[in-house]
């Protein structure tokens, strides 16, 4: 059974038209990620939510946004997508941050920007 | 913040061939991951290993955090074991940070 629900699987967009991508975990999970992939590169880990303290990294883009309306959903926003914006966006939950415990990814929303 | 190098960027295997790909860190870390990412881009955890040994069928991988490095080692490869290997790692409450993984192509 999926643990790490990630909706919809690909989603298409035209350029500066707001996007909505969600998560959504069963695991009860305190700490839920969003990740950026691009092509031939490593998950960019762009904020991340430990409950509901929200932490932005420093290079992330202010077009990218984050909610977290309770434990089990998370959702991205962007709201001007750019061409540069295409990617694979990657949700994982972890009990706690820094905990010794796994990650769990959904299986990712692939984004194209048109 | 820690830095994570992976070795070999590239590698491709004959099936049924072994192989180890190797993680350094540059600094201490707590918890290191390695995770497989298949072709059709979905991330699967393999192990959670800040130390030791572990064995998973095919897979097992080893820690030795003194000397900040990591092994995943594959035995008697399979097709279906392509894609690309990543490890990650942190230390205290931070965010775990990715290596740039290593791309494993098994030819039949």
């Known amino acids: 059974d999926a643990m790490v629900i990630q909706n919809p699987r690909y989603q298409v967009t035209q350029f500066g038209k707001p996007v909505t991508l969600s998560c959504s975990q069963t695991l009860n999970h305190n700490v839920m990620y969003w990740y950026q992939q691009k092509s031939s590169q490593a998950p960019k880990l762009l904020f991340h939510?430990?409950?509901?303290?929200?932490?932005n990294e420093a290079d992330t883009p202010d077009n990218f946004q984050s909610r977290r309306p309770n434990t089990s959903f998370c959702f991205l926003d962007i709201r001007s997508p750019g061409l540069g914006d295409a990617a694979m966006y990657l949700c994982?939950?972890?009990?706690?941050?820094?905990?010794?415990?796994?990650?769990?990814f959904g299986n990712g929303t692939r984004l194209t920007v048109t | 913040g820690i830095q994570v190098e992976q070795s070999p960027p590239d590698l491709i295997l004959q099936e049924g061939a072994n192989s180890t790909l190797r993680c350094n860190f540059s600094d201490s870390v707590n918890n290191l991951q390695w995770f497989h990412q298949n072709p059709w881009g979905q991330l699967i955890n393999l192990f959670y290993i800040p130390s030791g040994t572990k064995q998973n069928g095919r897979l097992s991988a080893t820690t030795v955090a003194t000397e900040r490095y990591s092994l995943l080692y594959i035995s008697s490869s399979q097709t279906t074991d392509s894609g690309v290997y990543f490890c990650a790692g942190n230390s205290g409450n931070t965010p775990l940070v990715f290596g740039k993984g290593t791309r494993l192509s098994v030819i039949a």
């Open positions: 994982a939950t972890q009990d706690r941050v820094g905990a010794n415990s796994p990650l769990h």
């Open positions: 939510y430990y409950d509901k303290d929200f932490n």
